[in-house]
């Protein structure tokens, strides 16, 4: 492996920005701008759910990524061409009507989603493979403080464009920054080469020191998928709730998603915080109920002060529990094969926020924004058995 050339905390926390970047505008915009096209909330539901899809081949990427180095490199090449995919469908999408052309919008915004899927999982099996024991927490607040500054940044910068140049204007932008960070990945990360001992499929599936030891990867693929459902349907909704039930314009809703992105940040530092004082089975429990909390008090806005506000701790309770779930699926994907284990637990995930984004797109259409957020948060709180199950059967008493 050659040398680093960035600090892997700050390199970390710029793969991370382009995904708060990219989360910035399907959070934020992408369903108000669809709406106000002419494009219905069913067609919108699975429009949401569908993009998903390519995040339910996560494990297949990290495969593929384990397995097969691509120009001598197990994580870099593919973390470019994954971004380079990213950044042409982007800058495609600004040429494209979904009110006249969905079909066609919804098969370019389906092809970056593929993209950043690639780039993710290898970003992922990247920074396992160089983490250090007993440091997970660091690097995932790391990523999420990156995450959060994209999403803050983008959400102000994507608000004003789309307010005062249209959301054509947003396309550029987004496949402009994508392709500024895949040169930083060119010239800044050191490539994994290494031999692998030959796996061909039959074996990979019986393969067994973490995957299927006890069940317990299993189990903790399962609450992946639940977690998810409230957690991203909640996410997905807060900004057409905004424009459907109060009015607010792009630059409001450019400025819900700052406030947001500054709670993410607050959420993931606490999140590292109370894993050292609580302990990681505490301070799941405690994520748990955040976001039953936050899916309550989404339902409290009524004005632009309101709705900062409101979105700055949703924020805070979003990044707690996502800091939570993304180290416990860290400490589960220690071995030679990282990216294919934690890209299966975050296939779990994207399973589940697919489901959520349908569920909660739906009913928003059916049964009204407030009563959304109530099942979804309600329903939330039935995870917290599973979690103890969880725990019980790894014995972690921390």
């Given at each position: 492996?050659?040398?680093?050339?960035?600090?892997?905390?700050?390199?970390?926390?710029?793969?991370?920005?382009?995904?708060?970047?990219?989360?910035?505008?399907?959070?934020?915009?992408?369903?108000?701008?669809?709406?106000?096209?002419?494009?219905?909330?069913?067609?919108?539901?699975?429009?949401?759910?569908?993009?998903?899809?390519?995040?339910?081949?996560?494990?297949?990427?990290?495969?593929?990524?384990?397995?097969?180095?691509?120009?001598?490199?197990?994580?870099?090449?593919?973390?470019?061409?994954?971004?380079?995919?990213?950044?042409?469908?982007?800058?495609?999408?600004?040429?494209?009507?979904?009110?006249?052309?969905?079909?066609?919008?919804?098969?370019?915004?389906?092809?970056?989603?593929?993209?950043?899927?690639?780039?993710?999982?290898?970003?992922?099996?990247?920074?396992?493979?160089?983490?250090?024991?007993?440091?997970?927490?660091?690097?995932?607040?790391?990523?999420?403080?990156?995450?959060?500054?994209?999403?803050?940044?983008?959400?102000?910068?994507?608000?004003?464009?789309?307010?005062?140049?249209?959301?054509?204007?947003?396309?550029?932008?987004?496949?402009?920054?994508?392709?500024?960070?895949?040169?930083?990945?060119?010239?800044?990360?050191?490539?994994?080469?290494?031999?692998?001992?030959?796996?061909?499929?039959?074996?990979?599936?019986?393969?067994?020191?973490?995957?299927?030891?006890?069940?317990?990867?299993?189990?903790?693929?399962?609450?992946?998928?639940?977690?998810?459902?409230?957690s991203f349907g909640i996410d997905g909704l807060t900004t057409l709730f905004g424009q459907v039930k109060l009015g607010f314009n792009?630059?409001?809703?450019?400025?819900?998603?700052?406030?947001?992105?500054?709670?993410?940040?607050?959420?993931?530092?606490?999140?590292?915080?109370?894993?050292?004082?609580?302990?990681?089975?505490?301070?799941?429990?405690?994520?748990?109920?955040?976001?039953?909390?936050?899916?309550?008090?989404?339902?409290?806005?009524?004005?632009?002060?309101?709705?900062?506000?409101?979105?700055?701790?949703?924020?805070?309770?979003?990044?707690?529990?996502?800091?939570?779930?993304?180290?416990?699926?860290?400490?589960?994907?220690?071995?030679?094969?990282?990216?294919?284990?934690?890209?299966?637990?975050?296939?779990?995930?994207?399973?589940?926020?697919?489901?959520?984004?349908?569920?909660?797109?739906?009913?928003?259409?059916?049964?009204?924004?407030?009563?959304?957020?109530?099942?979804?948060?309600?329903?939330?709180?039935?995870?917290?058995?599973?979690?103890?199950?969880?725990?019980?059967?790894?014995?972690?008493?921390?």
């Amino acid at each position: 492996m050659n040398r680093m050339r960035m600090n892997p905390y700050l390199l970390f926390s710029v793969f991370y920005f382009v995904q708060g970047a990219v989360q910035s505008y399907l959070s934020n915009f992408q369903k108000p701008y669809l709406l106000k096209a002419g494009v219905s909330l069913d067609k919108i539901a699975m429009l949401s759910a569908v993009m998903v899809g390519p995040f339910w081949l996560k494990s297949l990427y990290g495969i593929v990524s384990d397995r097969i180095p691509l120009f001598g490199d197990h994580r870099k090449s593919y973390m470019v061409l994954g971004l380079a995919m990213a950044a042409i469908g982007y800058f495609a999408l600004a040429f494209v009507n979904p009110g006249q052309q969905f079909e066609t919008f919804f098969l370019i915004l389906l092809g970056t989603s593929v993209g950043m899927a690639i780039f993710d999982t290898c970003a992922d099996g990247f920074a396992v493979d160089i983490t250090p024991a007993n440091r997970e927490g660091v690097v995932q607040s790391s990523m999420m403080l990156g995450r959060g500054v994209g999403y803050i940044l983008l959400a102000l910068v994507f608000g004003r464009l789309a307010f005062h140049f249209g959301i054509h204007s947003v396309f550029l932008a987004l496949s402009g920054l994508i392709l500024f960070v895949s040169l930083v990945v060119v010239t800044t990360t050191p490539r994994i080469a290494r031999s692998i001992e030959k796996i061909d499929l039959l074996q990979w599936v019986k393969w067994r020191p973490t995957l299927l030891r006890d069940g317990d990867f299993l189990w903790l693929a399962s609450y992946s998928i639940l977690y998810s459902i409230a957690s991203f349907g909640i996410d997905g909704l807060t900004t057409l709730f905004g424009q459907v039930k109060l009015g607010f314009n792009d630059e409001i809703l450019g400025n819900m998603g700052s406030f947001q992105g500054i709670g993410s940040i607050l959420g993931a530092l606490l999140g590292a915080v109370s894993i050292g004082f609580l302990g990681v089975r505490r301070s799941a429990f405690l994520g748990v109920i955040m976001i039953s909390l936050g899916g309550f008090l989404v339902t409290k806005m009524s004005d632009p002060p309101s709705a900062y506000a409101i979105s700055l701790v949703w924020g805070v309770l979003w990044a707690f529990q996502e800091t939570l779930i993304l180290v416990l699926c860290m400490m589960a994907s220690r071995g030679t094969l990282a990216a294919t284990l934690f890209a299966t637990l975050m296939v779990s995930s994207n399973v589940g926020s697919s489901v959520g984004e349908w569920t909660g797109t739906t009913l928003f259409g059916h049964v009204g924004p407030e009563s959304t957020f109530l099942i979804l948060a309600s329903g939330n709180l039935l995870l917290l058995p599973f979690l103890w199950l969880y725990f019980r059967r790894l014995r972690v008493t921390a």
